[in-house]
């Protein structure tokens, strides 16, 4: 097992990893005291994995389960409001806490329902895809989406425990962990080259569920978040460089209607046209860029997504929330490991979304 | 004027308070460079002062109005989503910014939106009620009603400014303005015993609308108020005095179904009924439970309110979300000027509500 803090001012928190922690869920939400539990799941996970946790929280405080229909067309307001609703029902109190299991939609859902239940209760994250445990688990972002766009509405709320059981991988269907990989390959090229080789040599054990690949690369990844989270907690400078890869990776799911591509591979492909980006601003060689596509495919993810529309990319980027005022900023990479913030000029964006395979 | 500057850590905020500040509502709204403002209202305050608020703002950045249907009923989370909806129709960003007109369901409603839209962005509260002047726009608490109760959904979300205009107070019904002294009695009950009798000399002064009067008693409570959320932001220990009278308060208001009693009513008669619980603690003398009661009648605010039933008040108290597993903390009095926190046996309890005519 490893554990990695992450220091907030006034409410550190500590994520832990490994196999077979679910049935020690106990250990980690005992010291909360609650006076309730309310475990949020969904469809597909629920059925998986809800018993187990329920058991091992079995005397702490009255628990019950509650299941979101599954997937990202179900994250808006209402799933949130149904949250919300069975806590009610729940008789829950400030004292109560909020148990996240599953993927990223359910921790942002959950986590936003906690947000906002009291003006705030305390949560625990139990993700269950390698995403959520590398990515939407550490950083206190939570949120549903609105017809104008992703996580448009939402809060920052930090859990007062991640636990990331590496076991629930394996019934994680191949296309969600590469899916997964993506973000871990975005950690190395924004803050880690060691880090990023290391993936690229690793990539067959972790597409293969080896458990001591998986928990090294959580560990890493969150701690390469967390330190960046810590340092900037409102996203207002440093960490926006977590979205490398991702203002393509929006535009491209929200081109797609959200259903053809899942996020992690629309930021896999996004990971390969910030790296064009960046060598056509003069920063990163042509072999590096070669280097990340290559990275990309072996992680079982698209690194390149034909005959979308140039035109719609470029207004959908000019809408994400990111975007102020209308300019587009973009993160494109120094070198593989460093990141930085960059405000692009049109020509080059069109020269990368032509050459990218965009109409 | 006066200002009041409330010290909270990272984010410090002006409450500015006088005559005339409506129309330089631009001086303050400026130095935040926004990209887009929303004005949000209700339906009673709209056709008094947005026209003259949007005029101050004018040249800023491009301005809308939205008018919520006014009142407490329809302080629920689809009025939250409408003001949500407007800003989305305004296209805002994460540099606009919202400007809550209006009393304290506007601002605790439109507070709320602003601290989930886009996971928060910047407010300031120009209250137009005496109760939201000294109260419900200093502390950060936003939020919207459920069925179960009130406040059940929100955040804290701390405003940018306030901007506190004495004269919109002219256009108050006088039933509203003493509302509003029940909180001004309540921090001066709490706090500040000079303060208290300051208020009842002042009370015929204040319920006329005299500027001067007005401004001294708006400025020390927020005073007061912005001193003990400043030591304790996220309500976890001393903030909790400020509930003074509202343990009672909002079961008068649960009992009667929320349309009969205004806020500040139900509070007035909630501090007499905590000065005769204090009393039969051994806390409080009569003779400052008699002064109490007296000055809430000087204050237009009913002192008691008879027949509601004794039964259902505790399920109400129960049921409150400060109640921890089913226990009931009031705030009592130790002396007029200082309020604690205590578990409050059962048959105090009962003989209080007893006396004060519930059945």
Chains 1, 2 share one sequence.
């Not at 926006?240 to 797609?256: D, K, P, R, S, V």
Request: proline share 3%.
């Amino acid at each position: 097992m490893r554990r990695v803090t992450v220091e907030l001012a006034g409410h550190p928190y500590d994520i832990h990893i490994g196999a077979g922690l679910l049935d020690r869920l106990g250990e980690f939400v005992r010291p909360l005291r609650p006076s309730r539990l309310l475990i949020a799941t969904d469809t597909r996970v629920g059925p998986l994995y809800a018993a187990r946790a329920r058991a091992a929280l079995e005397g702490l405080a009255p628990v019950a389960v509650f299941e979101l229909a599954g997937g990202e067309t179900g994250k808006d307001l209402h799933a949130a409001e149904a949250v919300l609703e069975a806590l009610f029902a729940l008789n829950a109190d400030r004292k109560s806490v909020l148990v996240a299991l599953g993927g990223g939609v359910v921790g942002d859902v959950a986590g936003f329902a906690a947000a906002i239940f009291m003006r705030g209760i305390r949560f625990v994250q139990v993700p269950t895809t390698l995403l959520a445990q590398v990515d939407s688990s550490v950083g206190g972002k939570t949120g549903v989406n609105h017809p104008r766009g992703k996580n448009l509405i939402g809060a920052f709320h930090q859990p007062q425990a991640v636990v990331a059981d590496t076991d629930t991988l394996r019934t994680l269907p191949a296309r969600e962990l590469s899916a997964g990989l993506a973000e871990v390959l975005k950690h190395g090229l924004l803050a880690d080259a060691a880090y990023f080789e290391q993936t690229v040599r690793d990539l067959p054990r972790l597409r293969a569920c080896d458990e001591q690949a998986l928990t090294a690369a959580i560990a890493r990844s969150c701690e390469i978040k967390a330190a960046i989270v810590a340092r900037d907690e409102r996203e207002s400078g440093e960490r926006a460089l977590l979205n490398l890869g991702h203002t393509f990776g929006h535009a491209i799911e929200a081109l797609t209607g959200f259903d053809r591509w899942l996020h992690g591979e629309a930021v896999g492909c996004g990971l390969c046209l910030a790296a064009d980006l960046s060598r056509r601003l003069g920063l990163l060689e042509a072999a590096a860029v070669a280097r990340i596509e290559a990275a990309v495919a072996a992680a079982g993810l698209p690194n390149r997504i034909e005959g979308l529309s140039r035109a719609a990319a470029v207004e959908s980027m000019r809408g994400d929330k990111k975007a102020e005022a209308g300019e587009i900023r973009f993160i494109v990479l120094e070198r593989i490991g460093r990141a930085i913030q960059r405000t692009v000029p049109s020509d080059a964006l069109q020269a990368t979304l032509a050459a990218g395979g965009y109409r």
